[in-house]
């Protein structure tokens, strides 16, 4: 067994040395470094503290995966984990990977790799589960489910309830010509949504009228330009997300129509944004502290089970702010 | 030394169940997970995707460290850099270490360990650099500037000239009562942009006017409370960033102060949100994209050089959009 002393007197210098050059804490010249670093190749000599890390029972260290930095609810989530994160002494890496599984892999697997204490992955992908479920550190799902349950535990919320109590809302606030702006249909929570909606839309005999949108600003201006095209009597539209509630608003305040006056815009996720812009936005409200926190302590208090497939459902709830107003309401 | 094969015939398994234990990638029965860690421990064997990492001559994996990741600025920095890293086959970890010198340490030192082929960092904390400066992987500041010059590279931009270019425009539009909102003044890239209002103010005998806010929503919507109390004449406001400067127009909004009727009001950055509220707001733009990109390529084409302190310094632009307006102009 190598040990660093053993390094230091193969390449003539002393243990401090190798230590500076693998840690890159202090400047070595570039001839010893050479020396350094040519006994650790020969040795295979690995002593640095991620090495370190494999053999401490906890890395302190918890992964994130998200598919996308610039949705602000998923920077909401990952600042409440980094906050808690840092209350309990650990640190977090975070990984934006997009809707690609393949670097939902990699990133999984250079974080089981590290020995961290757990992960929290927001996917879509259910094929991800696959991997996750073989992990040997917990996996987390948040705002992510799927038919299938095959890692440990899912954080969400109640979609169906969501999308239900949006075209309720819209419904006493008087509108009879409801669009649903979709997201997309392969995402589980996105359906969920839709079809919450779907279901009021039959039970009071409203018309079901929809477009597909993707979760992101751009494709909400143009869907909206083409919602408005196709279903030119709408009086009130459901957005898939804040964000594209956003959007939305911005569309319909360039061709000077009144919200709520003309049309009533309610979102979802209830992002800080949402209360932030001028006029306030009346969303679905997801508890993001809530289940970020439930997330962080599934990783942080629990040691790994056996069980998979454990599954935390948070309520959702209405927030009514500006872009949607009662009938006869003076507000 | 030891290798995997002999960690195997120890734990009396194969040397396949071994790279499933260490990697995770598999399920192994608890009791041989047990021996082949007893072995592990007892050898020091240190086979796993990190360690290899150590020995090869780059990673692959890009560290980007910064202070916000719910200020949009940031955000879309991160974005650009995943999407450049993806493109030339990197991984990207990103850490939000808010301003805690002590946390951007931890996350420059792991990444360092994890043998990084560079540090992407924003950082206000000067004392960063000594770090910084010891570190064997490139290190590139983003955004951040300090007097002192003891790292790699600086991406920046103009700021002083865009503190110029934002009370210029405001007195082009007829401001006479100009109030600046200062970032925090211990930030080179705050003081700059005073300072360059406060010139501007001199050279046309206008009063000099200010508060200091933090590059924030909440603190924002406060300070303009502040502000309006304080100089119950103001014109024009200079707000220290984009956030802010959403957060100035919605409590102008909420008192039924015309925009730009009334104030006019610009801010500094454009981050996309500038463009999809309504209304658009004016501002200074930093040209993100290029900065974002220049960063990347100083660590991804670069050697580590013995050089220090390269700076590269962008142009900043005035973006006029709905939130000021010139004399005399219809729009």
């Known amino acids: 067994m190598i040990n660093i002393r053993e390094v230091a007197k193969m390449a003539g210098v002393s243990p401090a040395t190798v230590s500076r050059v693998i840690n890159g804490t202090a400047r070595v010249s570039a001839e010893k470094r050479a ?12 002593p640095n503290e991620v090495a370190r890390s494999l053999y401490r029972k906890s890395a302190k260290l ?15 989530v990952a600042s409440i984990i980094e906050h808690m994160a840092t209350e309990h002494g650990y640190r977090v890496f975070l990984c934006d990977v997009g809707d690609d599984i393949e670097k939902e892999e990699i990133a999984l697997q250079t974080l089981v790799a590290m020995n961290a204490d757990g992960v929290i992955i927001a996917s879509t992908n259910e094929a991800i589960q696959d991997y996750a479920a073989m992990c040997q550190i917990p996996v987390v799902a948040i705002d992510s489910l799927f038919a299938t349950k095959r890692i440990d535990a899912y954080v969400y919320c109640d979609y169906y309830a969501g999308g239900r109590m949006a075209a309720e809302h819209l419904i006493e606030c008087g509108c009879k010509n409801i669009v649903c702006i979709k997201g ?8 969920a949504r839709y079809e919450g909606y779907r279901d009021v839309c039959r039970e009071h005999g409203l018309r079901e009228q929809t477009v597909t949108c993707d979760y992101d600003f751009k494709a909400g201006l143009a869907m909206t330009e083409q919602l408005l095209e196709t279903f030119p009597g ?9 964000v594209v509630a956003i959007s939305t608003y911005k569309i319909l305040h360039r061709k000077h129509i009144s919200v709520p006056d003309q049309i009533q815009l309610i979102g979802f996720d209830d992002i800080e944004w949402a209360s932030l812009i001028s006029p306030e936005l009346t969303t679905i409200t997801q508890p993001i502290q809530r289940m970020a926190t439930k997330a962080m302590e599934l990783i942080i208090d629990n040691e790994k089970t056996t069980e998979k497939g454990v599954e935390i459902v948070f309520p959702v709830t209405l927030t009514v702010r500006e872009t949607t107003k009662k009938k006869g309401s003076c507000k």
Chains 1, 2 share one sequence.
């Open 35 to 46: 020396r350094v670093l040519q006994a650790i190749t020969a040795t295979d000599f690995v």
């Open 62 to 76: 918890i992964g994130l995966i998200i598919p996308s930095i610039k949705n602000p609810y998923f920077t909401q």
């Open 234 to 242: 709408v009086d009130g539209i459901i957005a898939c997300n804040d």
């Open 184 to 191: 997309p249909q392969r995402i589980f929570s996105a359906k």
